[in-house]
């Protein structure tokens, strides 16, 4: 059978795998070789909008097309958020994009020109953002795809199950990832993340949409970073950056130095390093507006981190949590996982720690 062409890449969250995900899927081995489907946001804590992991989301696919990818015709890789960087993200599918054909094909023949001799389409369809993809990726042809005239999507049944009654779209989903579904309404995860999603909602309700203002410390020293536990929801138990909202009569800098010392009670060998001696540490030139409008599922938050780098010492700071910080601790940068971090404060850590 001639097809299209050799690869195609297909790029989702699968939050979760559904049938229009499905239709796609197969429409799209009937015009190339072999699909690779790439996982994206394989790197984030769960929440409400991000509920599954990589692992569970392959474990759909595989539920779904367990003989073509038996087969080798469709390959399941996880794809990490890069929020602030699309250079980072796009290098990203490129990279994984390129280990899997020369994985896949003949390594000897591979070898010769790379991913070069081969031919490599994104698949899409009308309903996501696959016009903008494209524009990043003009060394790709591209495939547009029908939807089966789909009515719903995955944020539909998200929230439809994420209920005190959770409810199992069966119109919506195929037969193992609605037994998966069921299993995971029984779980502590659910019962964390529903939770959450009850926080979620009522917040705008008190609080407004926004926009509004925080402030975040990225507090650097010996390779290591000053992160807290969070205490409550939203986030209770991720890590995150000490920080908050600024108030009404306070400049943003000033936010920035007030959460740090209610968050983390940060002190050297005379007590608690005062306002003052901790401004002097903050690198100016190294601040950033972090904006992205869906960076906060509380509404429209916008943060500006500033960099604290300490001095250099063989010992750290103390530190102790406080406020709403379940603890206050030194991390070694090279050892942070993302999801273990809140909202997007691990792509800010990435942007400002040049990680």
Known sequence: MAYEA????????????HLGHEHIIRDALERVGKLIVLVG?????????????????EAML???????????RIIVEPLDDHLYSDIAWVAEVQRRVSDIILEDANPEHAGLHGTRDFSVVLAGYGKDNTSYYLKL???????????????????????????????????????GVAEQLEEFARSDEFKALLAEAEYLEAYPKEWGEGPFVTADAVVVQAGHILLVERGQLPGKGLLALPGGFVDKHERIRDAAIRELREETAISDGKGQIPPAMLSSFIEDSATRIFDAPARSLR???????????????????????????????WYRLGELRPEQMFEDHWSIIEQMADL
Do not use: C
């Open 299 to 329: 509404g429209r938050i916008i943060t500006h981190a500033f960099l604290f780098r300490l001095p250099e010492r063989r010992n750290l700071a103390q530190v102790k949590g406080g406020d709403d910080a379940a603890h206050a601790r």
């Open 62 to 72: 595989r539920g779904s097309f367990a003989y073509e990818m038996s087969q080798g």
């Open 137 to 175: 990726f003009p060394e790709w042809g591209s495939i547009q795809l029908d939807t089966n005239n789909s009515t719903f999507g995955a944020t539909d049944v998200r929230e439809r199950f994420f209920r005190r009654i959770p409810e199992v779209p069966y119109a919506a989903l195929s037969k």
């Open 6 to 17: 050799d690869y195609g890449v297909f790029i989702g969250r699968f939050q979760p795998l």
């Open 41 to 57: 946001s394989a790197n984030v804590a769960r929440d409400p909008r991000n509920p599954f992991t990589f692992e569970e989301r």
